[in-house]
T-cell receptor, first 115, second 115 residues
Framework: GAGVSQSPRYKVTKRGQDVALRCDPI?????LYWYRQALGQGPEFLTY????????KSGLPNDRFSAERPEGSISTLTIQRTEQRDSAMYRC?????????????FGPGTRLTVT | AQSVTQLDSQVPVFEEAPVELRCNYS??????LFWYVQYPNQGLQLLLK??????LVKGINGFEAEFNKSQTSFHLRKPSVHISDTAEYFC?????????????FGAGTRLAVHP
């Protein structure tokens, strides 16, 4: 079956522009996570959705970052007024809920470059 | 606060040699521990996990890891590596609360297997 998909795979944008990154989780997975990975670092948690409810947004760095999952499936991470420091790999993961050891399945990521 | 330290940023090794990738964590609560692998241009893939029970955990591709509570370590080992094991490896702590698992990652170790 299909895994987690993300689009676009690469995005180059100018400073000050808004960008929207898309994540399509594995069918039936109600848990969805967004992570950000700077060059040379491990992924860093941004936000978590249970179905359409955003239950944890503690990792979003500031109010330029927002995420939604209106129908409990596809999610969009939006960055407004992008800055060069936003350049990173943005990763999405999905999983089955309720299990401590539940595996998070990661997508290939979107490489964002802000010029 | 929870954190993960991967002690080696790069590990070069010859094919068929043994390898150990080191991981130390700090946490004030019970944790779940994971190792993920990232092959070039792919998403993160779960290698193995420790939730409870036996401290020696076996994963895919011949990898294993040992949980050592007194040393707060979770080192990854393989007795004989292949060229195809060349990848980046991430150790992570899972903070399970409210039905979801927030992963805290280390900075990663790049394993380079040479012929």
């Amino acid at each position: 079956g299909a895994g987690v998909s993300q689009s676009p795979r690469y995005k180059v944008t100018k400073r000050g522009q808004d960008v929207a990154l898309r994540c399509d989780p594995i069918s039936g997975h109600v848990s969805l996570y967004w992570y950000r990975q700077a060059l040379g670092q491990g992924p860093e948690f941004l936000t978590y959705f249970n179905y359409e409810a955003q239950q944890d947004k503690s990792g979003l760095p500031n109010d330029r970052f927002s995420a939604e999952r209106p129908e409990g499936s596809i999610s969009t991470l939006t960055i407004q007024r992008t800055e060069q420091r936003d350049s990173a790999m943005y990763r999405c993961a999905s999983s089955s809920p309720g299990l401590a050891g539940g595996e998070q399945y990661f997508g290939p990521g979107t490489r964002l470059t802000v010029t | 606060a929870q954190s993960v330290t991967q002690l080696d940023s790069q590990v070069p090794v010859f094919e068929e040699a043994p390898v150990e990738l080191r991981c130390n964590y700090s946490s004030s609560v019970s944790v779940y521990l994971f190792w993920y692998v990232q092959y070039p241009n792919q998403g993160l893939q779960l290698l193995l996990k420790y939730l409870s029970g036996s401290t020696l955990v076996k994963g895919i591709n011949g990898f294993e890891a040992e949980f050592n509570k007194s040393q707060t370590s979770f080192h990854l080992r393989k007795p004989s590596v292949h060229i195809s094991d060349t990848a980046e490896y991430f150790c992570a702590v899972g903070l399970f609360s409210g039905g979801y698992n927030k992963l805290i990652f280390g900075a990663g170790t790049r394993l380079a297997v040479h012929p």
